[in-house]
């Protein structure tokens, strides 16, 4: 990650931002790991829905945390 030399506008938000990142990738990790641990299609399609919103929120803050930098 790059450094910066002044601090962000919000970093309130910029702190829930980045644990949202860390959460959300930590979260999608552990559904991939049970992915291959599902027996039934409905299973794996239910995971892989979790897995997409997740992916979405992860999109989200990281595009709004590189508009605070």
Do not use: Y
């Not at 910066?4 to 552990?30: C, G, H, M, Y």
């Not at 299973?43 to 595009?63: C, H, P, R, T, Y």
């Amino acid at each position: 990650m790059v450094e910066r030399f002044l601090p962000s506008n919000d970093p309130i938000k910029e702190n829930v931002l980045e644990w949202t990142v860390n959460r959300n990738a930590q979260d999608v990790r552990k559904l991939l790991e049970w992915l291959n641990e599902t027996k039934t299609l409905r299973e794996k399609k239910a995971m892989i829905l979790l897995i997409q919103e997740l992916i979405e929120e992860l999109k989200s803050a990281v595009d709004d945390l590189a508009e605070l930098q």
